[in-house]
């Protein structure tokens, strides 16, 4: 099976500080991946190089066939990337309906209303909670709903992979619950799915294969039910 993302090589520094070192992994179609690891292991400095948000960068990225690395930031988005960072970056002041309709003005400058009106109609359906809020300030939710507004978000263009850097962080645990859920639902719906996630446990319950990272290097990957059932390494790699 070819790659959707194939990762050859990647390295990243923050001023003099080489955070990412000659990392490889890839993810198929369809399949749920988890990078794994402990605080400043280097996994969302992995997530931010791909989408073209760290600026010292080495290595290849390949989407589908076509390397990415080089090119602007604002062309992920165009390839079929679509990406949730840590901090969710809801806008305040815009109701849950506006910040929807950001994520298809984004990857359509110029949709219509119609356009626009049914991306938030069969979004809502898959995010309940978001349904029941479409006109409440999006900043005004809980974290969780903020979260998943912002899945929901990166979702109105209809990517063909998401990258998730700890969706769970902060939220309280009915919320974390509902969130892996949606994201099992989302793979059987043919979206690819990049996790970044502490909570080791849920995120290997729902991927398919991890990779453990640290010190910017991938020190272990295999099957996710795998590595879900060997304590030793997740004590070694991945205890916070």
Same mark, same amino acid.
């Given at each position: 099976?070819?790659?959707?993302?194939?990762?050859?090589?990647? =390295? #990243?520094?923050?001023?003099?500080?080489?955070?990412?070192?000659?990392?490889?992994?890839?993810?198929?179609?369809?399949?749920? +991946?988890?990078?794994?690891?402990? =605080?400043?292991?280097?996994?969302?400095?992995?997530?931010?190089?791909?989408?073209?948000?760290?600026?010292?960068?080495?290595? &290849?990225?390949?989407?589908?066939?076509?390397?990415?690395?080089?090119?602007? @930031?604002?062309?992920?988005?165009?390839?079929?990337?679509?990406?949730?960072?840590?901090?969710?970056?809801?806008?305040?002041?815009?109701?849950?309906? %506006? =910040?929807?309709?950001?994520?298809?003005?984004?990857?359509?400058?110029?949709?219509?209303?119609?356009?626009?009106?049914?991306?938030?109609?069969?979004?809502? %359906?898959?995010?309940?909670?978001?349904? %029941?809020?479409?006109?409440?300030?999006?900043?005004?939710?809980?974290?969780?709903?903020?979260?998943?507004? @912002?899945? #929901?978000? !990166?979702?109105? !263009?209809?990517?063909? $992979?998401?990258?998730?850097? *700890?969706? &769970?962080?902060?939220?309280?645990?009915?919320?974390?619950?509902? $969130?892996? %859920?949606?994201?099992?639902?989302?793979?059987?719906?043919?979206?690819?799915? /990049? /996790?970044?996630?502490?909570?080791?446990?849920?995120?290997?319950?729902? &991927?398919?294969?991890?990779?453990?990272?640290?010190?910017?290097? +991938?020190?272990?990957?295999?099957?996710?039910?795998?590595?879900?059932?060997?304590? *030793?390494?997740?004590?070694?790699?991945?205890?916070?």
């Amino acid at each position: 099976m070819t790659a959707l993302l194939d990762v050859e090589g990647l =390295n #990243a520094w923050y001023d003099r500080s080489h955070v990412v070192q000659d990392l490889s992994f890839h993810v198929d179609a369809g399949e749920i +991946v988890t990078l794994m690891g402990r =605080n400043g292991a280097g996994k969302t400095t992995t997530l931010r190089t791909l989408m073209g948000l760290v600026g010292k960068r080495g290595g &290849s990225a390949r989407f589908d066939g076509r390397d990415f690395l080089a090119e602007p @930031a604002h062309t992920r988005f165009h390839f079929g990337l679509a990406y949730v960072p840590e901090e969710r970056r809801i806008v305040p002041g815009l109701t849950v309906r %506006e =910040n929807l309709q950001l994520g298809l003005i984004a990857a359509k400058s110029g949709a219509g209303k119609l356009d626009l009106q049914r991306g938030v109609d069969e979004i809502a %359906e898959t995010f309940p909670r978001l349904k %029941e809020r479409l006109d409440q300030e999006g900043s005004s939710m809980s974290g969780g709903e903020q979260q998943m507004l @912002a899945i #929901a978000r !990166a979702m109105m !263009a209809r990517p063909r $992979m998401i990258l998730l850097d *700890e969706p &769970s962080e902060g939220i309280m645990p009915i919320l974390v619950d509902e $969130m892996f %859920e949606l994201f099992a639902r989302m793979k059987r719906q043919g979206t690819t799915l /990049l /996790l970044v996630e502490q909570n080791v446990e849920r995120a290997l319950k729902v &991927s398919d294969r991890a990779y453990i990272i640290d010190q910017g290097r +991938v020190v272990h990957h295999g099957d996710a039910a795998a590595l879900l059932a060997d304590r *030793e390494i997740q004590e070694r790699y991945c205890a916070v």
